[in-house]
């Protein structure tokens, strides 16, 4: 199985998840990236089985129109019953790495006002501790120095990420060399810098199942 079929069977399985949940009345949360993907084209032939999605970026809402899903704000859809997304890494408690894509911010505020998250990966994003991957920060472009030199205090190699501009036209420093023993004090302890928007620990509000691709078939992780 290559890492796109793995992909696509947890994108499948996550809709045997979802479809009980679906009704006329239903919004549900839907992030970014290649394996969400995956599970927005699972979606179109349930297209008109629920009320619509709230996107976590630009693209997947394109994306969830092009299949005819109707796409919400969120302002207007309240709590939602379920938020389906990617990672770039997790651990074993179900704290994320995630934001390669660079939708991190929208994310993490789908995933915040959604009662069940389910991540959906293949099996090379599982890690026993968070930071091989680089940890992706959204900031205020002003503040970009300012936030990468504190970076730097906290122990990681801030990387510029060339030429992205986020949905909410900031940028990304991608901090590489981190080991990450404390999820949760990381995660606070960038947010608190002035400047940061958001950074791609999901800690706070982990994942709440991961499904796991493997050559031998889906893990469910709970
Ligand atoms: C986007 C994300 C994605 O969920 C993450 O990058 C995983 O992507 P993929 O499913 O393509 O491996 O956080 O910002």
Redesign the pocket.
């Given at each position: 199985m290559t890492a796109d079929e793995m992909?696509k069977a947890v994108a499948m399985a996550a809709l045997d998840l979802v479809k009980p949940m679906l009704a006329a009345d239903v919004v549900i949360g839907i992030?970014?990236?290649?394996?969400?993907n995956h599970f927005i084209d699972a979606l179109k032939p349930y297209a008109n089985d629920f009320l619509g999605a709230v996107a976590s970026s630009d693209a997947s809402a394109q994306r969830l129109k092009a299949n005819g899903v109707d796409v919400l704000e969120l302002n207007s859809a309240g709590t939602l019953p379920v938020y389906v997304?990617?990672?770039?890494e997790f651990d074993p408690r179900f704290n994320l790495i995630?934001?390669?894509?660079?939708?991190?911010t929208r994310?993490k505020i789908v995933a915040q006002a959604s009662q069940q998250f389910i991540c959906i990966v293949d099996g090379s994003k599982q890690v026993p501790v968070l930071g091989n991957f680089p940890l992706p920060v959204e900031v205020i472009p002003m503040a970009r120095s300012l936030v990468a030199r504190e970076l730097v205090k906290l122990g990681g190699d801030p990387v510029y990420r060339e030429g992205v501009i986020t949905d909410n036209g900031n940028v990304i420093l991608d901090v590489h060399n981190l080991s990450i023993t404390d999820p949760k004090g990381l995660e606070a302890a960038i947010n608190n810098l002035p400047g940061v928007v958001c950074n791609?620990l999901f800690a706070l509000r982990g994942a709440d199942v991961v499904l796991m691709g493997t050559p031998d078939g889906v893990q469910s992780l709970s």
């Open positions: 992909k992030g970014t990236g290649s394996t969400a997304d990617g990672a770039d995630k934001g390669g894509g660079a939708a991190l994310e791609g």
